[in-house]
């Protein structure tokens, strides 16, 4: 399975400065410049300088996430796209890690469901 980077294209985030200031629990005025790098956005904050922040906080990574999960159709897809997720468990918020693996339980619970409701022929 491919990595999770090249599954998800943060550049087809639609990011606003208002965002940005309430994920950094900042004044949007403080903000003097804020760009979309490969793996990071770069926020250029006024009495700080550059701070990095990773796409896997923010708000768009974690949907894109819980898509994945959610189209998985077999267990074995939905195994392999969770163990890349936990391989970065790190770069996560809890909070987010905690509403994935809730939708990791249901996919795999409704998945499970299927397959043991499949008629043996």
């Known amino acids: 399975m491919q990595p999770l980077r090249r599954r998800i294209n943060p550049k ?3 990011i606003t400065l208002r ?3 309430k994920f ?3 004044s949007q005025e403080r903000i003097l410049n804020w760009e979309k790098w490969h793996n990071v ?3 250029h904050i006024k009495g700080i300088g550059g701070y990095f922040v990773s796409y896997r906080q923010l708000e768009q990574w974690i949907s894109a996430c819980r898509t994945l999960i959610r189209c998985c159709s077999s267990l074995s897809t939905l195994n392999e796209l969770w163990l890349s997720i936990l391989q970065e468990e790190e770069r996560y918020l ?3 890690i905690a509403r994935l693996k809730t939708t990791y339980q249901q996919r795999y619970a409704d998945l499970e469901s299927r397959i043991n409701a ?3 022929w």
């Open 12 to 14: 087809t985030f639609v």
């Open 19 to 21: 965002q940005v200031a």
């Open 24 to 26: 950094l629990k900042i």
């Open 41 to 43: 956005l770069w926020v």
């Open 94 to 96: 809890d909070d987010a």
């Open 118 to 120: 499949t008629p043996a």
